[in-house]
């Protein structure tokens, strides 16, 4: 099963990094920062962590990831984070989200509807603590080197 989950989100990743058109030595990147996003949400979940939770270390994972492969390969970082990211992002829970209101069954609906909304927000948190972590290093080596 485990293999199954790295194939899928390999590719759901690289699939992305090719519609929004990342150069071409790119896609292979692309697809294992999502991986490596996807897999470490996995195992944290099956670990026992709340959902959330591990929606924001996952996300935290790939955007570290992501600013290593731009310092690295010397490209935007968004390149990496975009398709990085798309396998946490919770579509299938929008969608029956989306349906259970369409079928009047406003309290499935709403709580969908909340964890989504959760889970959304915990994806961008990760990235903004990875961001800010990152500033906060770049800033205390520039104090190191004056």
Do not use: H
């Not at 990094?17 to 195992?43: A, H």
Request: contains cysteine.
């Amino acid at each position: 099963m485990l293999v199954e989950q790295l194939i899928t989100s390999f590719i759901s990743s690289a699939g992305f990094g090719i519609l929004f058109n990342v150069p071409k030595e790119s896609i292979l990147k692309c697809g294992i920062v999502g991986m490596i996003g996807w897999i470490s949400y996995i195992l944290l979940t099956d670990a026992g962590m709340e959902m959330v939770l591990a929606t924001v270390l996952a996300s935290f994972i790939v955007a570290v990831i992501s600013q290593f492969f731009a310092k690295l390969y010397k490209t935007p970082i968004i390149i990496f984070t975009v398709g990085g990211i798309i396998p946490l992002v919770p579509g299938g829970m929008a969608y029956d989200a989306m349906r259970n209101f369409v079928e009047n069954d406003y309290n499935s609906a709403i709580n969908l509807a909340a964890r989504a909304f959760m889970i959304s927000g915990s994806i961008a948190m990760g990235l903004v603590f990875s961001e800010v972590i990152n500033q906060i290093i770049r800033k205390s080596k520039l104090g190191v080197k004056r």
